[in-house]
């Protein structure tokens, strides 16, 4: 029966791993660019799999932090849903965005709003563009942190620059999540440059980065709807939050 090496080591955490996957499941770290191909010989050892089991539960207690690590990015794929969504119950209802929770004039005690705002759009252009955005930076810090993790940095970016939007602007006009969005994302690259001072080769495009960013930071010239202080708070909350995270190591 024919042995499947399990000894290729993640340069990030120290785990190791299995030769066939192209990120690592415990810390996000991309290994290759492309998975090698299977051989024949390798799918028949029906062991593979509890060995893998037990070598992962191995190493999860080994490492620091290890146990926030997830393989399935749920609260992600929550946040991304939830305003597709309320974008569909807005577009087939009579309710309408400020019934949904948008930032319309001054919260008058309605502070509910500078959360529910966030998953609120007018814009089906918008709301991929953010939508997009969650699922790429939101995935890595979950995968990396746990579901909590970009969670509240949805919330808290997302109400940080809805509610400098309300204190900046007289009469302002905002949803969207354009704020909560540029959070995760610069939480993420916290991390990311974080990581690199360190020593660690991320192996991340950082001028990708830049353009997903520079397209939420302009929305407001696309979009009406999206607000541009919000988006500033949201980016200026996520930074924070980044430099809160625990170090891997």
Not at 95 to 101: A, H, N, Y
Not at 221 to 234: I, N, S, Y
Request: charged share 20%; glycine share 10%; with cysteine.
């Amino acid at each position: 029966m024919a042995e499947v090496d399990l000894n290729i080591v993640c340069k990030h955490c120290g785990s190791e791993v299995s030769p066939y996957i192209t990120e690592c499941p415990y810390c996000g770290q991309r290994l290759r660019k492309r998975a090698p191909k299977l051989k024949p010989d390798d799918m028949e050892g029906a062991e593979v799999k509890p060995r893998r089991r037990r070598l992962r539960r191995r190493r999860r207690d080994e490492r620091p932090l290890a146990w926030l690590a997830v393989e399935r990015p749920v609260a992600t794929i929550v946040l991304v849903l939830a305003a597709a969504a309320l974008y569909v119950i807005e577009r087939s209802t009579d309710l309408g965005i400020f019934d949904l929770g948008a930032v319309i004039g001054p919260l008058d005690g309605d502070w509910w709003r500078i959360v529910a705002a966030n998953f609120i759009y007018e814009n089906v252009g918008y709301l991929l563009a953010v939508g997009v955005t969650v699922a790429i930076f939101g995935a890595s810090l979950e995968r990396r942190y746990g579901s909590l993790v970009p969670l509240i940095g949805f919330v808290v970016a997302g109400a940080a620059g809805m509610y400098l939007a309300t204190v900046v602007e007289d009469f302002p006009i905002a949803l969207g999540g354009n704020g909560a969005a540029l959070g995760l994302l610069c939480m993420w690259l916290v991390r990311d440059l974080r990581d690199r001072r360190a020593g660690v080769d991320t192996d991340t495009d950082l001028l990708g980065v830049a353009a997903i960013a520079a397209v939420l930071a302009l929305m407001p010239l696309l979009e009406t709807t999206a607000d541009g202080w919000a988006g500033l708070g949201g980016a200026m909350a996520g930074a924070v939050l980044g430099l809160a995270l625990p170090a891997r190591r």
